[in-house]
């Protein structure tokens, strides 16, 4: 175990990511040195340049120095050489450049001349300059200095991280089906589109648990309606899917849409559960039904009263919901846009040059998550009044706790299916996230395993991509690629954005194949499901750097493209358009293991070192590493018809091998029951 100590600056405001409360330690925080430092301020607007002193946090970075960490990010595993900043934004085009996702995830490890980990509790904006300003220097810089400093050492990362992970608490649990394949798109109309997907599935033996819903199915997309003329009878529409082994997963947005008579708005509005200006009025911004109110999530019985709401569909046979739009995501707020039509109708120039074409643009583009408007609003927090810019990270995390401690009561014994867009370290106790509006791009294939190991230093198990990618149309060749890996991935969920190409598998030519792609997830249920389970009662990680389990071994810690899938396998999966193959280290000798379904496996003992594998497009190839086993069934058409009994082995060549099996019925809240604990044996 590492040893944690904690060091309060300022006044710290509880955010909810820790589970135990530590006392404050006294004296200089060990590794991060506060300095001030002067610096330039240069401004677009202001002619004179003028020195400001900046207060930072930093630790001085040596040659051979990594840092992993951060969840939810862009660029590599190793996050050094980037600068950083936890602000929870909607941001559709995931590229290098950019320095936010919807996640703030303040959690990060340093290693190499000295190994130790850091995690700052902090809900407003956070400057995490990891080398970029200089390359020797990490550089930590808060809005403002209330904040608590966790500072973790003491063994290896991964003993670092599970002591971390002790300290947040024990990740979200879904339902066993949850781990079965789901298909979604933005742009499913009506009840009828949907059983002609689930069709397109069973018809075509691709096996199918769940389909999501996405803001098509609401009532002029107000939040916990159901649009009747496109879903008659939504409870015997979900009993019919039921009966088909679907799960519908429906979306919840933040914003409460403004309209008389609906029953969210009225009942927020006349309670005062809405986010309220500086007047004390409730703040309006807008999202896709136009003029909304943001839910004080943040405010305790708030957040009771918005979590109650999902009971409703509860009721109609709903077991599983994604949280989107919650960073809170505004395209734009009341106020702002009169000002900028105002704006707009005084340029009086019908001919624009490129400065007012610029200014122009900037004004119309600075409409969409300003943060003007982020500090415009307030939130009741304990009796204060906070503005919301010092706490926003916190929102999506308050809209999937509110989601998540209702169910609690709601549905006491039996799991909820439940991720989030937006997230916060603690959130992952109520559910998990997916990694947002990706893009099918060959790039956001490797983008999604990078993303892997970091979120789950951060808590974040459930987890996974839009397979195939979101925006951009896909090609035939990267959906399979891309469902390669997330054959690994705990949610494994094809999505699509409105307007790009259709991306069902059964749109394509090689149904067959993708038949037997999306088996093999099924067909390696046995081990998937135990692995995440004993990742998620020992809080330890489900996907693994290979820098994390080979530190000594130097090729080894520079791999950014292979990861260890829980104790027993590496995965290696092909990311570049056309090639035939790729390069695969192995840090020590493994069993290679090449199928195309559950029937057909072929297996080679390979030495350690380099080597280039052959992967057809039809194939999933991973390793298997020195002792270790790996059970697995046939493949079945959805989780349910997984048998829990006839178990087949795959394992490394040698004798005397041991695996933990974890079995339960995958809804109860049973979880320790040592009955869930078989161990199975190669003798
Ligand atoms: O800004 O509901 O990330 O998965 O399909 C777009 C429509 C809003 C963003 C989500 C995406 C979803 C989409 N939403």
């Given at each position: 175990m590492s040893k944690i100590r904690r060091y309060s600056i300022g006044t710290f405001m509880d955010t909810g990511a820790v589970i135990s409360k530590l006392p404050k330690e006294t004296g200089e925080i060990p590794y991060l040195k506060r300095i001030q430092r002067m610096e330039l301020k240069k401004s677009d607007k202001e002619p004179q340049e003028e020195m400001v002193q900046r207060d930072e946090m930093v630790y001085h970075l040596s040659f051979q120095d990594r840092i992993y960490g951060l969840g939810e990010n862009v660029r590599g595993i190793n996050k050094r050489g980037w600068l950083y900043e936890s602000n929870c934004t909607d941001d559709p085009n995931h590229t290098e450049s950019k320095h936010s996702l919807y996640g703030a995830h303040n959690f990060f490890v340093v290693d190499g001349r000295e190994t130790f980990?850091?995690?700052?509790?902090?809900?407003?904006?956070?400057?995490?300059?990891?080398?970029?300003?200089?390359?020797?220097?990490?550089?930590?810089?808060?809005?403002?200095w209330n904040l608590d400093v966790y500072i973790l050492e003491g063994g290896s990362i991964l003993e670092i991280v599970k002591s971390f992970r002790k300290l947040i608490g024990r990740s979200y649990i879904p339902p066993k089906w949850a781990f079965g394949y789901g298909q979604s798109r933005w742009g499913y109309q009506s009840a009828a589109e949907i059983r002609e997907v689930v069709k397109g599935y069973r018809e075509n033996g691709i096996p199918l648990d769940a389909v999501y819903l996405d803001i098509d199915y609401m009532e002029g997309f107000k939040d916990f309606t159901i649009d009747k003329e496109r879903f008659p009878d939504f409870p015997k529409f979900a009993e019919e899917m039921r009966k088909e082994h679907i799960h519908l997963v429906p979306i919840i947005d933040a914003g409460v849409k403004i309209e008389e008579g609906y029953e969210v708005y009225e009942e927020g509005k006349k309670n005062g559960y809405f986010c309220k200006d500086q007047e004390g009025k409730e703040f309006v911004g807008a999202v896709w039904p136009g003029k909304v109110h943001f839910p004080d999530v943040l405010n305790k019985e708030a957040r009771k009263w918005f979590g109650q709401k999902y009971q409703g569909l509860l009721e109609q046979g709903i077991e599983g919901f994604?949280?989107?739009?919650?960073?809170?995501?505004i395209f734009y707020s009341e106020k702002n846009l009169e000002q900028?039509?105002?704006?707009?109708?005084?340029?009086?120039?019908?001919?624009?040059?490129?400065?007012?074409?610029?200014?122009?643009?900037?004004?119309?583009?600075?409409?969409?998550?300003?943060?003007?408007?982020?500090?415009?609003?307030?939130?009741?927090?304990?009796?204060?009044?906070?503005?919301?810019?010092?706490?926003?990270?916190?929102?999506?995390?308050?809209?999937?706790?509110?989601?998540?401690?209702?169910?609690?009561?709601?549905?006491?014994?039996?799991?909820?299916?439940?991720?989030?867009?937006?997230?916060?370290?603690?959130?992952?106790?109520?559910?998990?996230?997916?990694?947002?509006?990706?893009?099918?791009?060959?790039?956001?294939?490797?983008?999604?395993?990078?993303?892997?190991?970091?979120?789950?230093?951060?808590?974040?198990?459930y987890t996974g991509a839009d397979l195939g990618g979101f925006g951009s149309d896909v090609t035939e060749d990267l959906l399979l690629r891309w469902l390669a890996l997330g054959i690994f991935t705990p949610l494994m969920r094809n999505h699509s954005a409105l307007g790009t190409r259709e991306q069902e598998c059964y749109r394509f030519?090689?149904?067959?194949?993708?038949?037997?792609?999306?088996?093999?997830?099924?067909?390696?249920?046995?081990?998937?499901?135990?692995?995440?389970?004993?990742?998620?009662?020992?809080?330890?990680?489900?996907?693994?750097?290979?820098?994390?389990?080979?530190?000594?071994d130097a090729h080894a810690r520079e791999v950014e493209d292979q990861l260890l899938v829980g104790e027993s396998i590496m995965i290696a999966p092909v990311y570049t358009q056309?090639?035939?193959?790729?390069?695969?280290?192995?840090?020590?000798?493994?069993?290679?293991?090449?199928?195309?379904?559950?029937?057909?496996?072929?297996?080679?003992?390979?030495?350690?070192?380099?080597?280039?594998?052959?992967?057809?497009?039809?194939?999933?190839?991973?390793?298997?590493?020195?002792?270790?086993?790996?059970?697995?069934?046939?493949?079945?058409?959805?989780?349910?018809?997984?048998?829990?009994?006839?178990?087949?082995?795959?394992?490394?060549?040698?004798?005397?091998?041991?695996?933990?099996?974890?079995?339960?019925?995958?809804?109860?809240?049973?979880?320790?029951?040592?009955?869930?604990?078989?161990?199975?044996?190669?003798?």
């Open positions: 980990g850091v995690f700052l509790d902090y809900p407003g904006k956070l400057i995490l300059d990891m080398g970029y300003g200089q390359m020797d220097e990490i550089r930590i810089v808060p809005q403002d994604w949280n989107d739009m919650n960073e809170p995501a900028v039509l105002k704006k707009i109708k005084s340029m009086k120039s019908r001919n624009m040059d490129m400065w007012e074409v610029f200014a122009f643009r900037d004004i119309v583009n600075g409409l969409a998550n300003n943060p003007k408007d982020y500090s415009s609003f307030y939130h009741e927090i304990e009796g204060k009044k906070i503005c919301h810019d010092k706490v926003h990270n916190l929102y999506g995390f308050g809209m999937t706790r509110a989601a998540g401690e209702a169910f609690e009561e709601l549905e006491p014994e039996k799991r909820i299916l439940l991720f989030s867009r937006a997230s916060y370290i603690g959130m992952h106790r109520y559910g998990g996230v997916w990694m947002g509006d990706n893009q099918s791009w060959w790039s956001h294939l490797l983008l999604n395993l990078k993303m892997l190991p970091s979120l789950n230093m951060c808590g974040f198990l030519t090689q149904t067959e194949v993708f038949r037997n792609l999306i088996g093999i997830r099924y067909g390696l249920m046995p081990y998937l499901y135990s692995e995440y389970m004993k990742a998620a009662l020992k809080d330890e990680m489900l996907f693994m750097p290979l820098a994390f389990v080979y530190p000594e056309n090639a035939g193959g790729r390069y695969v280290y192995l840090p020590e000798p493994m069993k290679l293991v090449r199928l195309k379904d559950m029937e057909h496996i072929e297996t080679e003992v390979l030495e350690q070192g380099h080597y280039y594998i052959e992967i057809s497009l039809e194939e999933v190839v991973f390793f298997i590493r020195p002792g270790k086993i790996v059970p697995y069934t046939k493949a079945e058409q959805y989780v349910k018809e997984i048998p829990a009994e006839e178990l087949r082995l795959m394992h490394f060549e040698a004798e005397g091998l041991e695996y933990e099996l974890y079995q339960d019925d995958g809804f109860e809240k049973d979880y320790e029951n040592p009955e869930h604990f078989k161990r199975l044996g190669v003798k």
